[in-house]
Structures are given as structure tokens and as C-alpha cells.
């Protein structure tokens, strides 16, 4: 839970944040006196979230974790690869919470820009209109997915509009602005001029596969090169910078054969933020949406000084798609140096999404629909299968059989298994209550000993943004678990054993639930619903779960005597029709896609 008292921006009293359980909610607002012991409890953090989206620095003395999502570009609704970063960034601060850090989890969309103009103009909608409705589909997709953002900041907010006239008039001020002519190949879709040793003969943009458009303008540009040796020694010298190796590798490269200025404003396009010192010109789409990582922070009125961003959570850690990384790990830095502001903590590049082992396109008609797919499925599947099965910074790959084949080998046979075989063995047995405290369990004890060890080992992993080796690393408890059963064979001496077999019996069920229960404080990160499923059946309220911390995957929480609930399963086999399909697409189409 978060929750936070005294505010004056706050009109509404408390905020507390629920833990994303099964419900569709990210956040509720509540009216409430909390008491001052609650106050002092470690498993609140005490902030408080504006009506504007920006949360207020709380009174704490909490280590701060900032991460962020891209802002997604609203020219159309959300798609699988904008929901898989917002997955991955809400497993890092879900995590991260756990561990009793102050999380700042921003999201939000972009909304300028000529291509979302022209998305528009073909929907017959105004550009504000526009946005709106594909802002509401995020957001409606984000809550299906069980994202617990705290900010979600929009380009079009006026919070966001005047922080980018103050960023760019500090630039201004500083000398690092300057107009001149410019002529090029221009792709729409990247919002970008191309250099030529960046498309084809024909002009074609390696990413969008559609001819570039040739304009001359006069624009103001950025003078990016006088930052050429500061991003250079930022690579060389903090190597981490830049997530996985492979893409700060790539991001070295490109600034070792020297860095370009690169232009910031718009001749051609309308819908934006006016240029401060030339009303004719809009701010380019880029450093527009970048500074929405410091406005998603700042409440409205807050300057954007060093010291307020960084009592607000900044620096972030960034989580982005890898064909966006030149933006984020070079463009983003000057711009910050150049405002005199720190920089970001990481900047981590993940991979793109195919499906059936075609790259994913319109011309295809294979566009993976998430929206489909988590109506389907249920949030903890799609979650599930996506941090397992895509090693973050490389190219993941999906296909419907896979992804249930995965999914129920998981969390319905091993995990859900696990559970609810031991939990009906208990109730038939002893009454459905524990009958010793876990910590009685020895501590050289198979699954005891591999649960206590792995605690660490996922920890790790989830620190690295691994989420697939640290659902492997559970799943080793709860594979353990189920051996272990078959090993002891309890329901052999409950039926037949003598009173001292019958009770080591029963040591086993508390062995193995107690394993049960770690495994659902490990996961609580990937699938949420799920963990709080499985400490219900275990006999735990849903306010004991809210309120765990990663030191709750500690030995010995199962106590002597607690009743747990009527076993059920707490995760059904996925079957059914498919949702997704491969049409059937011209050859030409499937080579492009195999390229």
C-alpha cells in the first residue's frame, strides 16, 4: 500500500495505493483517518499523487527508484510492443517496491507531431479529439494488464507544455540553438530526417519500408557536437549506461564516428508547441516527448531545477524499444547537460516482438493484438509468457500454441499444481490447518534449503531487468516442491503410517506450502493476481498481502494453527479457439517479413 497524509494539493485527503490484486484499478481514492503507528509501519511509503498525475516528494528517507516507460506515439492504439516495456517496467516497480523503495513508475503518451495530425485528419477527428480517444485505450489496456503506474504524463498536458518552453529557452540561453536551411530525406513515420547511409536507393526507411520525403526547410537545430566528448566519456566511462551490452556497444559506435546536430523544430507542422522564439515553427516531436520524463515528475509549478527532480525520483532508469535507443542514449543526454540537469540512472533497449517468426506488420495482417489477447487470457498469462519468454534486449518471438503450451506448464501444472494438491491433503488430513510453525522445518531440508538460496539468486535477476532467469530460478522451488511429494509420498502414511509417520507427513504439507508461499512473494512482481490468489488459499487476508515486502520471502511465515482456505485452483489451463491467426499473405509480403 501507499498512502500519504497532509498534503495541500491533495483536496481529496489520502491516496492509497492498492497492490493490483485482480481488480482493474490502479488506484483508489479513499477518505480516511490513518493512525500514527500505521504512519511509522516500513510497508507504507508516504507520497501523495496530484489530480494532475505528478506525485509530490513524500517526507521520507526512502532510496528512490525512478523507471520509465517510452511515451507511446497515439497515431494509432496500443499494440504488443508498447505493452511489453510497460510490463517489463511494471515488474521492475512492483520489485522495487517490494524491497521498500520510493517508486516513481511513469508512462503517458506522445501527441504531437505531422503524423498524428494526419491520423486524424483521416479518422475525420480534430488532433485533440484524436488523442483523447487513443489515450483512453491505453490507459484502459494498461489497467487490463494490472500496470500500477504512479504518473502518466501526456505531451498535450499544460504542466508538460510550459516545462518544455523553460528546458528550451534554458538551451536558448546557453548558446546550443541555432537556424539554418535544411534539405533531406524525411521519414513520417520516425519523425526523422534520414542520413543518406540510412536507407536504400529507393529512400526507403529501414524501419517503416516506405519512401522518405524529400523537404527543404529552415528549421533550428540542435548543436549536438559540442557534446561529442561528454557522451563519448559518459559510454566509456560508466559502461552500464547503456542495457544490454550489445545496444551500448551499438550507441558507441554511432557516437565514436561523430555526432551531428540534429534540428528541434518544424516548418511544415501545426500541431505541437510553438516554437518560444518563432511562433511560426513547432518544437520538434522528439524533444518535446523526451522532457516528458521530467514533467511526469514535476507537479505543475514546480521548476525544473536539479535539486526538485531529484527530490521527485529522477534520475530514471529508462525502458525502451531498441529502434528508439539513438534518442534516448545520445540526443536525451546533451540535452540534459545542456540544461544543466543530471542525467538518467540506465537506459535499457529491449528487442521487437515477432510472431510465429515473422516480424509483425499491417501489410501481414499479423499485427498481435494485446487487447484480444489479455481478454482471452487473463493478465497474468499474457504477462507471464512475455517476461519469460523474451530475453530482454533480444528479439522475442510469439505463437499462440507456445505461449499456452508455456503458460500452462507453469502456472497450472507445477505452480497451481503444487498448491492445490497439497492443500487438499492438508484439508483431508489435518483439518485444513498448519500443524507446525515452518521455521520447526530443519534448515537442511531439500526444499527449505533450494527456496532459502534462490531468494537471492531472483532477487539478482530481477535487479538486472532478467525477468525470464528469475522465473526459471522460482520455478526450481516449486519443481522441487512437487519432487518432493512424490519423494515422501505422505498420503501413503496419513492412510497407513504410525503416529510419528503421520506427523512427519504433515511436515512435509508445511515444507512444501511454505515453499508455495515464497514462490507467490517471488512472483508478485510477473503476475500479481496470481500471487494474491495463492496467499488467500493459504489463509492470509488480502491486506497481509498488500503488505509484503521482499523480506517476506524469508523462511517461516506459515505459522502453527493457521486454517487455510477451501482449495481451488488458483490458475486455469488456457484452451479454447485461438484468437490469434496467420492469414494467408502474397509471397512478397512473407519475404519482406522473413528479411
Known amino acids: ?11 481529496f485527503g489520502v491516496l492509497l495505493r492498492k497492490s493490483h490484486l485482480s481488480h482493474h484499478h490502479s488506484l483508489n481514492l479513499l477518505r480516511l483517518r490513518v493512525p500514527k503507528p500505521v504512519l511509522r509501519c516500513p510497508h507504507f511509503q508516504l507520497r501523495c499523487q496530484h489530480t494532475n498525475g505528478a506525485s509530490a516528494e513524500a517526507p521520507s528517507g526512502l532510496e528512490a527508484y525512478t523507471v520509465t516507460t517510452p511515451l507511446y506515439y497515439v497515431n494509432a492504439g496500443p499494440h504488443m510492443g508498447s505493452a511489453y516495456p510497460t ?20 508512462t503517458g503518451t506522445d501527441e504531437h507531431g505531422e503524423k498524428i495530425a494526419d491520423a486524424a485528419k483521416a479518422r475525420g477527428m480534430q488532433p485533440q479529439e484524436h488523442c483523447d480517444s487513443i489515450v483512453e485505450e491505453y490507459k484502459s489496456l494498461w489497467a487490463q494488464l494490472d500496470v500500477s503506474y504512479d504518473s502518466f504524463i501526456r505531451t498535450t498536458d499544460k504542466r508538460h507544455k510550459v516545462l518544455v518552453e523553460k528546458l528550451l529557452q ?75 551490452v550489445s545496444r551500448r556497444n551499438e550507441v558507441l559506435g554511432w557516437v565514436e564516428n561523430g555526432v551531428r546536430d540534429f534540428s528541434i523544430s518544424r516548418a ?30 514535476l507537479p505543475e509549478g514546480m521548476e525544473p531545477t536539479a535539486e526538485n527532480l531529484q527530490q521527485q525520483g529522477w534520475p530514471a532508469t529508462h525502458i525502451i524499444g531498441k529502434d528508439i535507443l539513438r534518442f534516448h542514449a545520445v540526443y536525451w543526454p546533451a540535452m540534459l547537460l545542456s540544461c544543466g540537469l543530471p542525467l538518467p540512472h540506465r537506459v535499457c533497449g529491449h528487442g521487437f ?3 510465429d517468426g515473422l516480424k509483425m506488420g499491417k501489410s501481414l495482417g499479423n499485427v498481435l493484438d494485446p487487447v484480444a489477447l489479455v481478454q482471452a487470457y487473463g493478465a497474468d498469462a499474457v504477462r507471464f509468457f512475455f517476461l519469460k519468454e523474451v530475453d530482454f534486449g533480444q528479439d522475442g518471438d510469439f505463437s499462440e500454441q507456445r505461449f499456452r503450451d508455456t503458460v500452462n506448464a507453469a502456472l497450472a501444472n507445477d505452480i497451481g499444481n503444487l498448491l492445490n494438491r497439497t492443500l487438499n491433503l492438508l484439508k483431508k488430513n489435518c483439518g485444513a490447518a498448519l500443524p507446525a510453525d515452518s521455521s520447526a522445518v530443519p534448515e537442511a531440508s531439500p526444499v527449505r534449503q533450494l527456496a532459502q538460496q534462490q531468494v537471492a539468486v531472483v532477487a539478482s535477476y530481477y535487479e538486472r531487468l532478467s525477468f525470464g532467469k528469475a522465473i526459471d530460478a522460482i520455478q526450481k522451488v516449486s519443481a522441487r516442491g512437487n519432487l518432493f511429494l512424490q519423494e515422501k509420498e505422505p498420503w501413503s502414511a496419513f492412510k497407513k503410517g504410525s503416529a510419528e509417520e503421520k506427523e512427519q507427513a504433515g511436515m512435509v504439507l508445511q515444507e512444501v506450502l511454505e515453499a508455495a508461499r515464497i514462490v507467490a512473494v517471488m512472483l508478485n512482481p510477473i503476475v500479481p493476481a496470481l500471487a494474491h490468489l495463492i496467499y488467500l488459499q493459504l489463509g492470509f487476508t488480502s491486506k497481509q498481502f498488500e503488505a509484503l515486502t521482499w523480506e517476506d520471502a524469508q523462511w517461516g511465515g506459515l505459522k502453527a494453527g493457521q486454517a487455510t482456505a477451501k482449495p481451488k485452483p488458483v490458475f486455469v489451463r488456457l484452451e479454447g479457439d485461438f484468437v490469434t491467426t496467420m492469414p494467408d499473405v502474397p509471397n512478397k509480403a512473407l519475404a519482406e517479413a522473413k528479411a
Open 1 to 11: 500500500m501507499m498512502a500519504t497524509l497532509g498534503c495541500p494539493k491533495a483536496p
Open 87 to 106: 510490463i517489463a517496467a511494471d515488474a521492475a516497480a512492483r520489485y522495487q517496491r517490494l524491497q521498500g523503495k520510493r517508486v516513481w513508475f511513469v
Open 170 to 244: 534554458r538551451v536558448w540561453d546557453k548558446g546550443d540553438i541555432y537556424k539554418a536551411n535544411y534539405k533531406g530525406w524525411y521519414c513520417v513515420g520516425c519523425e526523422e530526417y534520414k542520413q543518406d547511409d540510412e536507407v536504400d536507393e529507393q529512400h526507403n526507411c529501414p524501419i517503416h519500408r516506405k519512401p522518405c520525403v524529400h523537404r527543404e526547410e529552415e528549421n533550428f537545430f540542435f548543436k549536438l557536437s559540442n557534446y561529442q566528448q561528454q557522451l563519448e566519456t559518459l559510454l566509456k566511462d560508466n559502461p552500464q549506461f547503456v542495457y544490454p
Open 268 to 297: 511544415a507542422t501545426q500541431w505541437g508547441i510553438q516554437f518560444p522564439q518563432d511562433p511560426a515553427q513547432t518544437v520538434y516531436v522528439w524533444f518535446d516527448a523526451l522532457n516528458g520524463y521530467l514533467s511526469g515528475l
Open 353 to 355: 516482438i515477432t510472431k
